[in-house]
């Protein structure tokens, strides 16, 4: 394995993402986020758009997972859709780039991709649903790959829990995965290192204060 995923053996990666909505969308506060992340024993960040990025990286050198979010109207795929986008998180410090890795139609071939965010130094975090496109992403030659995908695509299973059955099924397979999607708690995060992932990824439930509200405030219309 690559030192640097090496790093994140068995350790705790947080995504600091604001979507457009958010009164948390600015890149001044993304990067406070991520020096509370790194504070709280980050071994890494994963962190959305350029703008985000190019303040993160001025505050830590952690190593980040970089991607882009880009809404097309000629695909359904929008991590890091195209290899320009690729390669400009690889310029900008980002040592790993993320970019889906599901079977959908894209706008580049996979190969392609991966080809040109090694060529521009970085390694391949291949976000994927299910457990053939974990395969199909490691026989083009990912680096690693990551459940962010699942629950999100045609292809998956619809759930508000963490996919732990893709978990299994990528261990059995001895496939080695980051964990990433709806662990909300320390129990389920240290609960996916049981379930065989190499590293876990956490955003909302540290980074999404809007949306961990909304959390408390249904349990309590709830009770
Ligand atoms: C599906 C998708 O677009 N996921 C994004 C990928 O970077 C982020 O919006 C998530 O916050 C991230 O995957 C972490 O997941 P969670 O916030 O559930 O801990």
Redesign the pocket.
């Known amino acids: 394995m690559n030192p640097v995923l090496e790093a994140f053996r068995g350790k705790l990666i947080v ?1 600091c ?1 604001a979507n457009p909505d958010s009164p948390l969308r600015d890149s001044y506060i993304i990067s406070r986020m991520s020096l509370a992340a790194v504070k709280g024993g980050a071994a890494a960040l ?1 962190i ?1 758009g350029f703008e985000d990025v190019q303040a993160v990286r001025a505050v830590t050198d952690l190593p980040i997972i970089g ?1 882009t ?1 880009t809404d097309r109207d000629d695909t359904d795929v ?2 890091t859709p195209t290899s320009a986008e690729a390669v400009k998180l690889a310029a900008l410090g980002c040592q790993v780039v ?1 970019l889906d890795a599901t079977l959908r139609p894209r706008p580049e071939p996979l190969p392609e991709m991966f080809r040109a965010i090694h060529a521009a130094g970085a390694l391949v975090m291949a ?1 994927i649903s299910t457990l053939a496109e974990a395969q199909n992403a490691y026989a083009l030659g990912a680096d690693i790959v990551g459940t ?2 699942a629950g ?1 695509t045609p292809q998956s299973r619809p759930l508000d829990t963490p996919d732990w059955a893709l978990m299994d099924e990528l261990r059995e397979a001895g496939l080695p995965f980051i964990a ?5 708690s320390p129990a389920e995060a240290a609960q996916a290192l049981k379930h065989g992932a190499f590293a876990v ?5 540290i980074t ?1 204060p809007d949306v961990v509200t909304g959390w408390f405030a249904d349990a309590l219309r709830e009770a």
């Open positions: 995504s993402q994963r959305q991607l979010k929008y991590i993320a976000d962010t995908l999100y990433e999607g709806r662990l909300n990824v956490v955003g909302s439930a999404r």
